[in-house]
């Protein structure tokens, strides 16, 4: 075959190849998503403020201050923030990120998808050059059985071959304590099960800061909703609040803020 034929075929064989991802400017936005290869802009980061999370001061401290030093430079934790649905852990993430920002911290937050891990490696390659901080977030995490995805996660977070750089920490969410399967069908997987119940408890000691955030009491709820009702000039009525929670069967952070939508809509009021 010729040379010129081989030239002609690789030059074909490259027009067909999909072109590199190309990722936006890792030191311009205020956070991101990490997809198919490639830094992406968030469309719309929006955190609420954090002073509107009500009934978690203890994990607002926590995660703020370990935030904090990570955009300083300075040793910080990889944090595990679980518990009930809606709770906040997501919101508070966000909000911490918004807070350290205003203050006018280099941090920025990347959102990973859960499925996503084998593709870390490939992500702090891509920032560990970066002037800046930034929180890897991944949320409300579970696995499916059986899965190598926790032991590849716990391999990043004790420091393995593919540890993450000092300029990121992992943040994820996920709705139990040891990020134990959502179907809990443990003892379906092809391997012992008590094998897998060790991995997930080697995983979640894995995280430096471990937070635990539970369903809120009714005073927690309507003292949520009247911060939503300062801030963005609403007319609280507290009975129709709890009613409202009643309906969808609990109180919780989620529930606030879907009753200030609905409420802002009823009172023609904008929530940007």
């Known amino acids: 075959m010729s040379e010129e034929l081989l030239a002609r075929i690789a030059s074909a064989l490259e027009r067909m190849a999909p072109p590199a991802a190309v990722s936006d400017d890792a030191l311009t936005h205020p956070a991101y998503v990490w997809r198919n290869g490639a830094l992406r802009a968030a469309r ?76 870390l490696p490939q ?35 004790e420091g393995g071959a593919e540890a993450r750089p000092d300029n990121m920490r992992l943040h994820v969410t996920a709705n139990r304590r040891h990020i134990v399967a959502r179907d809990m069908a443990e003892q379906d997987a092809a391997i012992n099960p008590r094998d897998v119940a060790d991995d997930k408890l080697a995983l979640a000691d894995r995280f430096g800061l471990s937070l635990g955030f539970h369903v809120i009491d009714q005073p927690t709820y309507v003292a949520m909703l009247e911060g939503y009702a300062r801030q963005y000039g609403l007319t609280l009525d507290a009975h129709d609040a709890i009613s409202w929670a009643t309906q ?9 803020w879907q009753y200030v939508v609905e409420l802002a809509g009823r009172q023609g009021k904008s929530l940007s």
């Open 123 to 157: 992500l702090f390659a891509a920032l560990a050059d970066v002037p800046r901080a930034f929180v890897l977030f991944i949320d409300d995490l579970g696995f499916a059985e059986p899965s190598e995805a926790p032991r590849l996660l716990r391999s990043v977070l």
């Open 248 to 256: 969808r069967g609990g109180r919780s952070g989620r529930v606030a």
């Open 44 to 119: 719309a980061f929006a955190p609420l403020p954090l002073a509107l999370l009500e009934g978690m001061d203890a994990q607002k401290e926590a995660v703020v201050g370990n935030m904090r030093r990570l955009s300083q430079g300075l040793p910080a934790h990889d944090v595990l923030l679980w518990g009930a649905r809606g709770t906040g852990k997501s919101a508070l993430v966000k909000a911490a990120i918004g807070e350290i920002q205003a203050e006018g911290g280099a941090l920025a937050l990347v959102e990973v998808a859960g499925d996503g891990l084998a593709e």
